[in-house]
């Protein structure tokens, strides 16, 4: 096995472009499964961690832009107030020693459904940006996904980062699981509110790809309208109904970890309790944290 | 770039020419200097165990899910299993073997001792590592899934916090009680 190890990012999509086919590493908590158990035998393996500028992050503009290499304890303990839900949901990552190592890029160069970064991500409307000597390109994370483990990065492109605007405000992230620590989540859920704007949404472990919950965007946007200045009680019907918008965009299967019918009582149950917490947080004017 | 040599002359058989299985790695463990060669495939794990002879951080799982072989990566607690050996060159590695100063017991390992906090002992060298990198985590104010206030940085360490932030170790025999007491105990 060919191991390659760049120290510059031009480096670094050179050698993707000379070998496509090798597998890039960042903290290596999902590749090296695979490789300890012979379920992956690359022919080159692509490390990234000598790169100084995939750990660093900084606002761009009215973004955050977030290298692919900061790990999640590194957002838990830098990005907590800027990107709450995402915090939230790296706090709940694997253990410590994982969140010590792994990182959301690697997260989202994995592609898996139940990746903990994705629904936190989408709920975020952050896009990933994708490069190769070819030039870079940014890609909005629902479009990122392309199947289980799968997405649109091409053979010699590499993950650069992601960008997110700051909250503005609350964000949640609840996931359901045997245990809080090193089990892969049976469903998890990602909403954030955007005062006076919108509502954003991410369903995890509940389809072929993290999902987003268009319809219950739409349905909560509207009734939330004329809401964010009152900042009035929510009738339990809407709360309801978008509980039930929330668990219809879901197509989840029947698995080890949970049948389809308790992913969707799973999904209602979350996406009624994240937006209890995070319009109590907006009447009460908090910023929200998870 | 560290690209290895293509093994043919001008690389023109590329596909042909089997590139280099192993990698020259220096890196320093417990404070010692080693030079090896490793096998580009290998885990920091195995390397400890077989070519070290540091056979202290143990093999529970081997994907992470354990935490048996947990040492400190440049002052963090990682899991040795999944990192691969050769992204450690320049890097600093602290195994429990080096936890103590060859004379006197590192604190945890005291208190692991005075609080009767294992029973087989297979997880403990792993439980120490973790104790030691998460007690320097919070002592930075790390808040952790169960910090109430996350902009309290001095979390005290409570059972809940010491369970959740422990929860990276898993104790087969059960000593759990005694392992967070020991803990608890140094973390004051």
């Known amino acids: ?57 900084a606002p761009d503009g009215d973004a955050l832009r977030v290298g692919a290499g900061v790990t999640y304890a590194r957002l838990v303990s830098e990005l907590a107030d800027r990107l709450p839900a995402l915090a939230a ?53 629902e479009e990122f996904f392309a199947g289980p483990k799968r997405s649109v990065l ?48 991410g369903i995890g472990s509940a389809g072929p790809t993290p999902l987003r919950a268009y319809a219950a965007e739409e349905f909560l946007a509207g009734e939330l309208a004329d809401r964010w200045e009152k900042r009035d009680a929510l009738p339990g019907p809407v709360i309801g109904e978008f509980a039930e918008l929330v668990a219809g965009a879901a197509r989840p299967i029947d698995d080890v970890r949970g049948t389809a019918d308790y992913r969707a009582h799973v999904l209602r149950v979350l996406a009624r309790r994240t937006l209890t917490w995070a319009w109590a947080d907006h009447c009460e004017g908090g910023a929200g944290c998870a | 770039m560290d690209v290895p040599s293509k093994g043919t ?57 354990c935490g048996a072989c ?17 992204t450690v060159d320049q890097a600093e590695v602290v195994t429990v073997e ?26 403990t060298p792993g439980q120490l590592c973790s104790a030691v990198g998460m007690l320097a985590e919070a002592a930075k ?19 809940a916090e010491i369970r959740e932030r422990m929860s990276g170790n898993l104790c087969r025999c059960g000593a759990y009680p005694n392992i967070v007491a020991a803990i608890g105990e140094v973390a004051g």
């Open chain 1, 1 to 57: 096995m060919r191991f390659l190890r760049p120290h510059t990012w031009a480096e670094a999509l050179g050698a993707k472009a000379e070998f496509p086919d090798a597998l890039p590493l960042m903290g290596g908590t999902d590749v090296m499964v695979d490789v300890n158990f012979g379920r992956a035998r690359p022919n080159a393996l692509l490390d990234l961690t000598a790169i100084p500028e995939l750990r660093t992050w």
């Open chain 1, 89 to 141: 949901a790296s706090r709940t990552v694997g253990s410590p020693q994982i969140r010590n190592r792994g990182t959301a890029g690697g997260n989202l160069g994995s592609a898996s459904p139940a990746g903990d970064a994705h629904p936190p991500l989408l709920a975020g409307g952050a896009e990933v940006e994708l490069e190769s000597v070819r030039g870079a390109r940014r890609v909005a994370v």
């Open chain 1, 154 to 201: 091409e053979p010699d492109e590499l993950i650069a980062g992601f960008r997110a605007r700051p909250a503005t405000g609350p964000q949640y992230f609840a996931k359901v699981g045997t245990r809080n620590a090193m089990v892969i989540a049976v469903c998890s859920f990602a909403l954030a509110l955007r005062p006076g704007e919108g509502v954003g949404t």
């Open chain 2, 9 to 65: 002359a001008g690389g023109a058989q590329r596909t042909a020419a089997r590139p280099p299985a192993r990698t020259d790695v220096t890196v320093s463990v417990n404070g010692a200097v080693e030079r090896i060669k490793v096998d580009n495939r290998a885990s920091l794990l195995d390397v400890l165990r077989e070519r070290l002879g540091l056979t202290g951080a143990k093999k529970g799982c081997d994907h992470g899910q």
């Open chain 2, 70 to 86: 947990t040492v400190l990566l440049d002052g963090r607690r990682v899991n040795a299993c999944l990192i691969l050996a050769v």
């Open chain 2, 98 to 123: 080096g936890l103590t100063d060859g004379t006197r017991l590192h604190p945890l390992q005291a208190a692991f001792i005075e609080r009767d906090a294992f029973q087989c002992g297979y997880c």
């Open chain 2, 141 to 159: 104010g790390r808040a952790s899934a169960v910090t109430a206030d996350l902009a309290d940085d001095a979390p005290v360490l409570d059972e």
